[in-house]
C-alpha cells in the first residue's frame, strides 16, 4: 500500500479508475446531459473536503488525522492501544482479512469492486439538471438544491456541504423529516449539528417527527456528540424531549452550573414528557435530580409535590417509604401521582401505603393490579367501600379484562375473584353463583367448569363470562356446556369469543354455526387460540373466496397466517389482488396492515419483492438494480400523495410509505415486505442506498418481538453489502484500502448505528476488536454492545469472540476515562460481563447504577461460563450487599442476572423479598422463551438450551458448560416457584370459603393455628387495624389513646427487655431505641444460638399476645369482633406472657406446643422467628421485614436517662454467648445458674389495670430504630438514632398527650405496615427461611403465578402435589415450556397423580384431554402412546402432538401411531388423507410407508399442505419415496433451474427429497432457501452434487449441518471452499473442516489434474455487460501502468 499519497492527489489507480468511470458513463448517458471531465470534478471535491472534515466520533478530530492509515497505526501507539503492535502489522492485517474470505465468503480486497457501484452514483447525478449539477459542482449549493440531490448523496457528503446552506434548525429537521425511517440521515443530520449553535440545535429536535422507536439512539447522540452535559454557557434551553432520553452516564454527568443554566428542574415538571422515558432513564433522572436539589425539591412540601412527584418512579423504596405519615404532604396529591404516573409496582405499593383510605378507595381500580396481595386483602379488609360489590365487580372488569394483553398477577388476580365466590361446590352452582363470578371465571381450571351444571350457560351467560383471557382449553370445556343447554335450539347466535372452540369438524361442516361473509372478521379473531388442525380448517373455508378484496383486506389486517399454505408462486401471480385488498382496506388501515403483514412466512415476503423486482419501474435501467425509489416506496414527482389524506401517524417511521400510499399512482408496496429479503435481493439494492435500505429493513425485523432475528442468510448478505459500500466510500474518499480492518475503518458513527451490532457481529470478535481505526472500533465495539445478549447466541461470534470484543473496549474506555467507573460500565453495556476482573474496581453506587439504569430487562439474561458468572456475581454482591438485604425492587432490577447467582446466595433472600417481587421476576424471565436458528437445531430452542449450546461450543449442549447453565436456570427458575408459592401462602392464610377449592385453599387460619387453635397474628391484625380506625374516625377518647400508648410502649420495652435477657446483655444505661439497634446487629450477625432464637420467637408471639389482651380492654373489644368463640378469647386473656426459661429448657417442640408449628425440613427458620424480625429488628415501613436485616452496624451507644425496666429481675446467662459491639455480656449469675423466670401475668378480664406503671419509657419503637439503621447502611451515610427518631425519656404525661402524639405513636410503629405486608404472612418457617423446593407442596396457582419459570419443576414436586390439584393444573401442564429432557418423568408424575388417566373406562385420551396436555404429548407418545385417541374426530389434539418437529422420526412407539389412525379411521387408497388430517399428523406423517406416501396423499392434499405442513418435517424416507415426493414437488414447482429462493425456502423439508441432478441445477442466488432440516437428510452423493458457489450461497444456519459423513471419503477442493465460506460461524464444522483436510489432501491430486470448476453466469456481475467488459479493459491498463 502506497503510504506516500497527498491527501487531495490521486493514485494512479484512483485516475485509472476516473478514465474508466469516463468510459463508462458515456454508454449510459446521452451526449446533451454528458460533460466531459464531470467525474474527475465530483472525486477531487469529494477526497479533498473529506480529508479536511471532522469526523463524527467521540473525540471529533480531522480525518487526515487518521487517513492514510499509516497516520492511523501511528494513533495507536501513541495512545497505547491494546495490542497495537499486532493490530499494526500487516502480517496481522492480511491473516484476518483471509481468515474472513476463507469462513466468511468475504469477496476479495479490490480497488475494481467499487467500479460498479460509482457508476451508480453518477448516473444519478446526469439526471439532475444542468444547473444542479453546475451548483454542485462550484460548491454553490442551496438548501432547495440540497434537497433536490438523491438521498444516497445527501448522506456521502461531506459535512462541509452542508456548512452554505443556509439552513436553520428546522429546515435541517425537515430533511429527516421527508422519511422518518431512514435512521441513517437521521444519524447523519445530527451529526452536521454537532459544533452549531445549541439554538439550532434544538430548534431542529423540536421540529423532528422522530418515531418512539429511535429516542434513544437519538439519545446516544445527543449525550456522546453533542455535548450536552457541559451546556452550563449555552443561552438557549434544550426542551426535555431531547434531554429525556440521553444515556444515564451523561445524564450523571451533567454538572451543576449545566444542570442550573438549562432549567432541567423546570423541565423535569413536564409529565407528558416524562412518560415517554423508559423506566432506567426515570431511574437516572431521579438520581440526578435528587443528588442536585434533594429529596424536599421531590416530594418534601405540597408544592414539590405538584412539581416532581412524578419523578418518585424512578425512586428507591427506601425513599418512598418516608412520605408514609408526613403531615406536609396530602395523600391526595399522593394519589394523583399515582394515578397519572406509571411506574413499577413495587413503587406504587409503597406510595399506597403512604394514601389515606379515602384516597385508596378512590385509586384502588386503577392500582389493583400493582398492589401486593396483602394489600388487596387488607382493602377489602378495612375498607368500607363506596361502590356496591357489583359496580366493583363491573369496573375491575372494564379496566382488566378490556386489555389487549392481561398483564394482572395471578394471585392478585385470585384474591379480587374469591371476593365473588361463596361457594366452590361447582356442581350445586346456581346461575346467579356464575353470573356473580363473570369474567372472573378465567380462574376456573377446565376441570372446575365442567363441574358446573349446563343450565347456567345460556347466550346471556356467555356474554357475561366470556373474555379474551381464556385459555382453549377453557373456552373448549364452555363450548361443550353451551352446546348441551342449547343443542336445539335452533337461533342460538354462538358468542364470538367461542369460536375459538369450534372442532375442524364443525368448522368444515356443511352448516357450521357462523357465516363467513358476516362473521369472518370475529373468525380470524378467534384463530389466534386455534390448534394447527382448526387452523388449516379455517384456511380450507376461505379458500374459495380468499383472493378476494374484501375477504383478503380481513385476513391481511386481521390473520395473516391464513395465507401460510399458499406458495409462492401462486402468491407472484395474485401479488395485484394482496395490493389491491390493502389499497381497499384504505389509509385507515395502513399501519395495521404494514405490522400484520410481518407474521406472513418469510418465503411469500420474498416472493412479494421477487414479483415486485420483475414490474415496470422497479429495475435500474439498463441492468438489474433495484430502482430504490420503487423498493422504499419514495414519493416521487410521479407519485404525489393525496393533499386530503391526513397522514394519523407523521413520526411513524413508515410516514413516508404512508404519503405514499396514497398517491394515485398506486404501489406494489414493497416497502412492506422489506423483511422477506433475500440476499439476491439485498445484492440488487443500489449500492449508494445501502444505509436507507438496511435501516427501513431493521424496522421491520426488530419489530417482531423481544427476542426477534435476522435469519442468519440475510444478516450474512447485509454483511456483504456493507463492504459492498465500504468499498465505495474508498474509491469517493480516495482511500487506499488493503485489508478489512481498513475497510471497516470507513465507518462513521451514522454508518455504524445504521448498521447495528447483530450485522456487525458476523464479522467476529478479532475483526472487529482489530479495526485500524481505534475510533471506529470503538463505536462499533459501542454498538455490539448495545446489542442483546441473545443475538450473540445465534450469531457468527464464539464465547472466545466475546471476551475479546469485551477486554478491547473496556480497556479503551479505562484508558480514556482514567480509571474504571460508570461511565465505563454504561458504554461497555452488555459486554461488561465477558469483561476481566478490573470490572471489580468499580465502586458499589456505580456498580448498581448500571445494573438499575442501564440494563434492560432484555439485557439481563446473559449466558456466561463459570469464572464470568462468578465475577458477575461479585460486582452484585458489591453493589446490593449479601442476598440477606436485598429488596424486593433489589431482585427486579437484578432479574435474570439472578442466574449468576450460587444457591446459597439465593437461599438466603428475604422471604419477603421475594415473595413480592416473584410475580414480576416471574413475567420479564427470557430464558424460557425459544430461540430460532440456533446452529445444529432444526427447531426452536429454549434460551436457556441455547446458552447452553453456545457455551458448550464445539461440543454443544453435551458439554459441561452448558450442563453448569441448565442447573443456573433450573436453580433460578426454582428460586422464582418459591416466591411465587410464598405468595399464594399469603393468599391461602386469609381465604375462608365454605367449601375448599379442589383442597387449593384450606379454611381461614387452619394452617396457622397453635397448638391452642388460636392465630394470634390474625387476631393482632383485627385488634390493630380496630384502633387505627377507630382513631382515624375520631372516636378514640382521651383516656383510650393514653392507655393505648401506654400498651404499645411497655410492651415494646418489656420485649427489647427480655431478649436482652435471653442474649445474656447488659442494658447499662441504653435507651429503648440502643437497646432494639444491639439486638437488629445482634440478630444480623447470626450470634444467636438455637435455643435463643426459639426464645426469641416465644417473645414475639408473647408482645403480639399482651397487645392483644391489653388493647381488647381498652378498646372493649368482643369475642364477636375477633371472630372468636367467647372460650377463645378466654384462652388469650387467661395466657401468661414474658416467661424466660433456661435455655437449656427450651426446645422447638416447646415452641410449637405453645403458638408456632415448626417445620423439620426447614429447621434453619421457625414461625416464630418471622415475627421476632418483625418486631425486633425490623422497620416501621411496608417492607421493612426485607430491608431489616440489611442493617450491618448498630449505633454507638450514649448516655441516656435511666428508664424503668420491667425485667430487672429476669437475668439469662448462656454458654459462651458472643457480644455485639456496644455491649457488654455481664451475668449476675454463673453459667449454671438458672435464669429467674419473668412473668407477666393475664390482665383481668373484667377490669382494666389502672396502677400499671405509666412511667415506662421509650426512645423510639423497634420499627423505627430498624428502619434507621437499615437507610443509614444502605445509604452509607452516617445517621444521628437521635435525630431521626422520637425520644421519650420521662414517663408519658396524660396531661399533654393530645391526638397528634397518638398519632405519631402509631405512624412510628407503623402498625398499619406491620400489618399490611406481614400480618397477611402464615407463621411459617417458609416466611423466615426460605423453603426449598423438595420442602414444599405446590398447588395449581403457584404453577400458574410462576409461569414459565414453572417448566422448572421436577416430577418429585409434582408428584407432591395433591391429585385434584394436578387435574387442576393439566392445561397448566401442558402448556409449559419443557425442556425436552424432562417431559417423560413430568408425564410420569401427572399420570400417575391423575385418576383418569389410568382408569380404562376414562381412557384413550380424546380431544378434550389432548388440547389440555399440549407440551405433554410428544412423551405421551413416546412412552404410553397407547392411550391416546387416533380417533378421526379428535384430529385438534392429535394437530398438538403433530406440531412438535422434535419426535424422534425413528422411535416405532410414535411411528405407530398413522398406522393406527390409518386402521381407526379406515384411511385408503380410495379414502385418502383430507387435508386437514394430513396437516393435523404433521410430524407423524414420517411414519407412512411408501405405498402410503404414493396411495394416501393426492396431489391437491400435497399442494394444500406443502409449505405449512410438509416443510416443516424432519424425516428419513426411502430412495422410492424421494422420488415420488419430489417428482410431486416438481409438477407444482416446475423445473428447479427456474426456481426462486422464496421458492426453495417454501419447500424446507422437501428439498431434501430432490435428486442430486435437480439439486445441482438450482441457481446459486436461490440457495439460501435451502434450509437446515433439507441438509440435514442429504445423502452424501446429493451435497456432493451442489458446486461451490451453490454451497457458498448456503445460509449459515443451514450449513451447520452439514456433518462429517456427508463429506467423507472425498469433497473436492472447492466444495470445501464454498463450505468453509457458508459455515465458518459454527465452531463444530469449523473443527470437522479443519479435520478432515489432511484426509482430503489425496483427492486435491487427482482434481489438480483435471480441469477447474467453471465460474457461474448470473449475479451481480452481469448487470452490466458493457462495464465487464471495461473491467478487463481497466486490468489491462493497471497492468501495464497505463
Not at 631 to 658: K, Y
Not at 700 to 709: K, L
Amino acid at each position: 500500500m502506497d503510504q506516500t499519497c497527498k491527501p487531495t492527489l490521486f493514485t494512479s489507480c484512483t485516475m485509472v479508475i476516473v478514465v474508466f468511470l469516463f468510459v463508462a458513463t458515456v454508454f449510459a448517458v446521452s451526449d446533451e446531459e454528458f460533460e466531459p471531465g464531470q467525474e474527475v470534478q465530483i472525486l477531487q471535491s469529494l477526497a479533498s473536503k473529506f480529508t479536511t472534515a471532522k469526523n463524527d466520533f467521540i473525540q471529533a478530530r480531522l480525518n487526515s488525522a487518521y487517513f492514510p492509515f499509516v497516520k492511523s497505526r501511528h494513533e495507536n501507539e501513541r495512545i497505547k492501544r491494546m495490542n497495537s503492535t499486532t493490530i499494526n502489522s500487516d502480517e496481522y492485517m492480511k491473516k484476518i482479512t483471509e481468515q474472513l474470505r476463507t469462513w466468511r465468503g468475504f469477496e476479495e480486497i479490490k480497488s475494481t469492486v467499487a467500479l460498479t457501484y460509482a457508476n451508480l452514483m453518477f448516473e444519478t447525478f446526469y439526471m439532475l439538471s444542468p444547473e444542479l449539477r453546475t451548483s454542485f459542482l462550484q460548491s454553490s449549493m442551496t438548501a432547495d438544491d440540497l434537497q433536490k440531490l438523491p438521498l444516497s448523496w445527501q448522506y456521502l457528503l461531506p459535512h462541509q456541504f452542508y456548512d452554505d446552506l443556509g439552513l436553520d434548525g428546522a429546515g435541517f429537521a425537515e430533511l429527516v423529516n421527508s422519511s422518518p425511517g431512514n435512521t441513517a440521515m437521521l444519524y447523519k443530520i445530527a451529526m452536521v449539528l454537532r459544533d452549531e449553535a445549541v439554538d439550532m440545535r434544538d430548534a431542529f429536535m423540536n421540529n423532528l417527527n422522530l418515531p418512539d422507536q429511535y429516542r434513544e439512539d437519538m439519545g446516544y447522540i445527543l449525550g456522546y456528540r453533542w455535548g450536552i452535559e457541559s451546556e452550563a454557557d449555552s443561552n438557549y434551553d434544550y426542551t426535555m424531549s431531547t434531554l429525556l432520553h440521553l444515556p444515564s452516564d451523561v445524564v450523571m454527568g451533567i454538572n451543576n452550573a449545566t444542570f442550573d443554566n438549562l432549567n432541567i428542574a423546570d423541565k423535569l415538571e413536564d409529565t407528558s414528557m416524562w412518560g415517554l422515558a423508559s423506566p432506567q432513564s426515570k431511574v437516572a433522572w431521579f438520581t440526578k435530580f435528587e443528588g442536585r436539589k434533594g429529596w424536599r425539591e421531590v416530594a418534601g412540601t405540597p408544592h414539590h409535590m405538584v412539581r416532581h412527584g412524578h419523578l418518585l418512579s424512578g425512586a428507591p423504596l427506601d425513599k418512598l417509604r418516608e412520605l408514609k405519615g408526613n403531615k406536609e404532604i396530602e395523600t391526595s396529591l399522593l394519589a394523583e401521582v399515582l394515578d397519572n404516573t406509571e411506574m413499577n409496582p413495587l413503587r406504587v405499593q409503597e406510595l399506597w401505603e403512604a394514601l389515606a383510605d379515602v384516597d385508596r378507595e378512590k385509586s384502588f381500580i386503577a392500582q389493583a393490579s400493582n398492589l401486593d396481595v396483602s394489600q388487596i386483602l387488607s382493602h377489602y379488609d378495612t375498607l368500607n367501600l363506596v361502590h356496591t360489590p357489583h359496580q366493583h365487580h363491573v369496573m375491575l372488569e372494564n379496566a382488566w379484562f378490556a386489555q389487549d394483553k392481561f398483564n394482572v398477577p395471578w394471585v392478585n388476580f385470585l384474591a379480587i375473584s374469591f371476593s365473588y365466590m361463596n361457594n366452590e361446590e361447582f356442581v350445586s352452582w346456581t346461575y346467579k353463583e356464575l353470573q356473580d363470578l363473570g369474567k372472573f371465571v378465567a380462574i376456573l381450571s377446565p376441570a372446575e367448569i365442567d363441574l358446573i351444571p349446563a343450565d347456567d350457560f345460556n347466550t346471556t351467560m356467555l356474554s357475561t363470562i366470556l373474555s379474551s383471557t381464556l385459555s382453549l382449553p377453557q373456552l373448549n370445556s364452555i363450548y361443550l356446556k353451551y352446546l348441551d343447554n342449547n343443542y336445539l335450539v335452533a337461533d342460538a347466535t354462538l358468542n364470538p369469543l367461542l369460536l375459538s372452540a369450534l372442532p375442524s369438524a364443525t368448522i368444515l361442516s356443511a352448516n357450521p354455526p357462523f357465516i363467513w361473509s358476516q362473521d369472518k372478521t370475529n373468525l380470524l379473531t378467534a384463530s389466534a387460540k386455534y390448534s394447527p388442525g382448526q387452523m388449516h380448517s379455517l384456511h380450507e373455508i376461505s379458500k374459495p373466496g380468499h383472493w378476494a378484496p374484501a375477504n383478503l383486506s380481513a385476513i391481511l389486517s386481521t390473520h395473516p397466517q391464513c395465507m401460510s399454505d399458499v406458495n409462492p408462486q401462486e402468491f407472484r401471480t395474485k401479488l395485484d389482488y394482496v395490493v389491491a385488498a390493502i389499497y381497499t382496506a384504505g389509509p385507515d388501515k395502513f399501519h395495521i396492515i404494514a405490522t400484520k403483514v410481518q407474521k406472513l412466512p418469510r418465503h411469500l415476503l420474498m416472493a412479494w419483492l421477487e414479483e415486485a423486482h420483475t414490474r415496470p419501474g422497479s429495475k435500474r435501467l439498463p441492468g438489474e438494480w433495484w430502482n430504490s425509489d420503487t423498493l422504499l416506496d419514495r414519493v416521487t414527482s410521479t407519485s404525489i400523495p393525496d393533499s386530503g389524506t391526513i397522514n394519523p401517524f407523521p413520526s411513524h417511521p413508515l410516514a413516508a410509505q404512508f404519503d405514499r400510499f396514497t398517491s394515485a399512482n398506486r404501489s406494489m408496496l414493497p416497502s412492506l415486505a422489506l423483511a422477506g429479503m433475500s440476499c439476491h435481493c439485498i445484492n440488487l439494492v443500489e449500492t449508494p442506498d445501502t444505509m436507507e435500505v438496511l435501516a427501513l429493513y431493521r424496522y421491520h425485523t426488530e419489530s417482531q418481538g423481544t427476542v426477534a432475528a435476522m435469519p442468519s442468510s440475510a444478516r450474512r448478505c447485509w454483511a456483504k453489502k456493507v463492504r459492498q459500500f465500504l468499498h465505495l466510500k474508498a474509491l469517493l474518499f480516495n482511500v487506499t484500502v488493503n485489508s478489512e480492518s481498513e475497510l471497516l475503518s470507513l465507518l462513521t458513527t451514522s454508518d455504524i448505528k445504521t448498521v447495528g451490532g447483530e450485522i456487525f457481529l458476523t464479522w467476529g470478535g478479532p475483526a472487529l476488536a482489530s479495526i485500524t481505526h481505534p475510533e471506529v472500533m470503538h463505536e462499533v465495539l459501542m454498538v455490539v454492545g448495545h446489542t442483546l445478549p441473545h443475538l450473540y447466541l445465534r450469531n457468527g461470534v464464539t464465547y472466545n469472540c466475546m471476551k475479546v470484543m469485551a477486554n478491547a473496549l473496556l480497556d479503551t474506555m479505562i484508558r480514556e476515562e482514567g480509571g474504571i467507573n460508570f461511565r465505563v460500565l454504561a458504554h461497555v453495556h452488555n459486554l461488561v460481563p465477558y469483561t476481566d476482573t478490573r470490572v471489580l474496581d468499580t465502586g458499589p453506587a456505580d456498580i448498581r447504577l448500571y445494573v438499575s439504569s442501564v440494563l434492560r430487562p432484555t439485557c439481563k439474561a446473559v449466558c456466561l461460563k463459570k469464572k464470568e458468572r462468578e465475577m458477575v456475581r461479585q460486582m452484585i454482591l458489591q453493589s446490593y450487599g449479601p442476598p440477606s438485604t436485598w429488596l424486593p425492587l433489589d431482585l427486579v432490577e437484578l432479574g435474570d442476572l439472578l442466574v449468576v447467582m450460587a444457591r446459597s446466595d439465593l437461599a438466603a433472600v428475604n422471604p419477603t423479598s421475594l415473595r413480592m417481587a416473584s410475580a414480576q421476576l416471574a413475567s420479564s424471565t427470557l430464558f424460557s422463551s425459544t430461540l430460532t436458528e440456533i446452529r445444529s437445531q432444526s427447531s426452536p430452542l429454549l434460551y436457556h438450551e441455547a446458552c447452553g449450546a453456545w457455551l458448550g461450543g464445539k461440543d454443544g449442549r453435551q458439554s459441561d458448560e452448558a450442563v453448569a447453565m441448565f442447573k443456573q436456570w433450573k436453580m433460578l427458575a426454582n428460586f422464582i416457584v418459591v416466591g411465587n408459592f410464598l405468595q399464594v401462602e399469603v393468599l391461602q392464610k386469609k381465604i375462608d370459603i365454605p367449601k375448599p377449592r379442589m383442597d387449593r385453599f384450606r379454611r381461614k387460619r387452619q394452617a396457622l393455628s397453635s397448638a391452642d387453635g388460636i392465630d394470634y397474628k390474625s387476631i393482632y391484625t383485627i385488634v390493630m387495624n380496630d384502633m387505627k380506625d377507630k382513631f382515624d374516625a375520631k372516636e378514640l377518647s382521651d383516656t383510650q389513646k393514653m392507655e393505648a400508648t401506654r400498651v404499645i410502649t411497655e410492651t415494646q420495652k418489656m420485649l427489647g427487655d427480655s431478649s436482652f435477657a435471653v442474649l445474656g446483655l447488659e442494658r447499662e444505661g441504653k435507651t429503648q431505641s440502643e437497646v432494639l439497634a444491639v439486638l437488629a446487629e445482634y440478630k444480623e450477625a447470626g450470634n444467636m444460638s438455637e435455643a435463643q432464637n426459639v426464645q426469641v420467637q416465644m417473645l414475639a408471639v408473647d408482645t403480639q399476645v399482651r397487645m392483644i389482651q391489653e388493647l381488647v380492654q381498652v378498646l372493649n373489644l368482643s369475642a364477636d369482633d375477633l371472630d372468636l368463640t367467647e372460650d377463645e378469647l378466654g384462652t388469650i386473656l387467661a395466657r401468661h406472657t414474658f416467661v424466660l426459661r433456661s435455655p437449656g429448657a427450651v426446645s422447638s417442640t416447646t415452641l410449637s406446643n405453645r403458638t408456632l408449628p415448626f417445620d423439620d425440613e426447614t429447621s434453619e427458620g421457625t414461625d416464630g422467628e418471622s415475627v421476632a424480625d418483625e418486631l425486633l429488628i425490623n422497620g416501621s415501613e411496608a417492607t421493612s421485614k426485607p430491608e431489616s436485616i440489611e442493617s450491618k452496624t448498630a449505633p454507638e451507644a450514649s448516655p441516656s436517662e435511666d428508664a424503668n425496666d420491667v425485667s430487672n429481675n429476669a437475668e439469662v446467662t448462656t454458654d459462651a454467648t458472643p457480644v455485639a459491639p456496644g455491649t457488654s455480656a455481664s451475668p449476675s449469675r454463673g453459667t449454671d445458674a438458672p435464669p429467674s423466670p419473668v412473668t407477666t401475668d393475664p390482665p383481668s378480664p373484667d377490669t382494666v389495670s389502672s396502677d400499671r406503671s405509666s412511667s415506662a419509657s421509650t426512645s423510639s419503637t423497634a420499627f423505627t430504630i430498624s428502619s434507621t439503621v437499615s437507610s443509614a447502611a444502605r445509604s452509607s451515610t452516617p445517621t444521628s438514632t437521635a435525630a431521626t427518631t422520637s425520644s421519650t425519656s420521662a414517663p408519658l404525661n396524660p396531661l399533654i398527650e393530645e391526638e397528634n402524639d397518638f398519632s405519631e405513636l402509631l405512624k412510628n410503629t407503623e402498625l398499619t405496615d406491620f400489618i399490611i405486608f406481614s400480618a397477611y404472612e402464615p407463621e411459617s418457617a417458609y416466611f423466615t427461611t426460605l423453603p426449598s423446593m423438595d420442602s414444599i407442596t405446590l398447588s395449581c396457582d403457584v404453577v400458574i403465578a410462576a409461569r414459565s419459570s414453572s417448566s422448572s419443576i421436577s416430577s418429585s414436586d409434582i408428584a407432591r402435589m395433591s391429585s385434584k390439584e394436578v387435574m387442576n393444573c393439566l392445561s397448566t401442564l401442558g402448556h409449559l415450556p419443557w425442556p425436552p429432557s424432562v417431559t417423560k418423568s413430568i408425564w410420569k408424575a401427572v399420570k400417575e397423580k391423575v385418576d383418569s388417566l389410568q382408569d380404562s373406562t376414562m381412557l384413550p385420551i380424546k380431544r378434550d384431554e389432548m388440547l389440555q396436555l399440549g407440551t405433554l404429548l410428544p412423551a405421551i407418545a413416546a412412552y404410553d402412546s397407547e392411550l391416546l385417541d387416533m380417533g378421526r374426530k379428535n384430529i385438534d389434539g392429535i394437530s398438538l402432538l403433530g406440531r412438535f418437529r422434535t419426535l424422534s422420526s425413528d422411535d416405532p412407539a410414535i411411528l405407530n401411531l398413522v398406522q393406527l389412525f390409518i386402521t381407526l379411521n379406515n384411511v385408503s387408497p380410495s379414502n385418502p388423507f383430507t387435508s386437514t388430517e394430513a396437516a393435523s399428523l404433521g410430524q407423524l406423517l414420517c411414519g407412512l410407508r411408501e405405498d402410503q406416501w404414493r396411495d394416501l396423499i393426492t396431489p391437491s392434499v400435497f399442494s394444500s399442505i406443502l409449505t405449512e405442513h410438509l416443510a416443516l418435517l424432519d424425516c428419513s424416507v426411502s430412495a422410492t419415496t424421494s422420488v415420488h415426493l419430489s417428482t410431486m414437488l416438481t409438477t407444482l414447482y416446475g423445473s428447479t433451474a427456474n426456481w426462486t429462493s422464496s421458492d426453495l425456502l417454501s419447500t424446507g423439508w422437501m428439498a431434501s427429497t430432490l435428486s442430486p441432478d435437480q439439486l445441482s441445477q438450482l441457481t446459486h442466488h436461490a440457495m439460501e432457501g435451502l434450509t437446515g432440516q433439507a441438509v440435514k437428510h442429504l445423502s452424501r452423493q446429493q451435497l456432493g452434487s451442489l458446486s461451490h458457489h451453490q454451497l457458498s450461497n448456503l445460509s449459515p444456519h443451514a450449513a451447520s449441518f452439514i456433518s462429517r459423513e456427508q463429506l467423507l471419503p472425498y469433497t473436492n477442493m472447492h466444495r470445501r471452499r464454498g463450505i468453509r465460506a457458508a459455515g465458518g460461524e459454527d465452531e463444530k464444522l469449523v473443527d470437522v473442516m479443519e479435520d478432515i483436510e489432511s484426509e482430503m489432501q489425496m483427492g486435491d491430486m487427482k482434481d489438480m489434474m483435471t480441469s477447474p470448476e467453471p465460474e457461474p453466469t448470473g449475479g451481480v456481475g452481469a448487470i452490466y455487460p458493457t462495464c465487464r467488459v471495461l473491467v478487463c479493459l481497466l486490468v489491462t491498463m493497471v497492468t501495464f501502468g497505463l
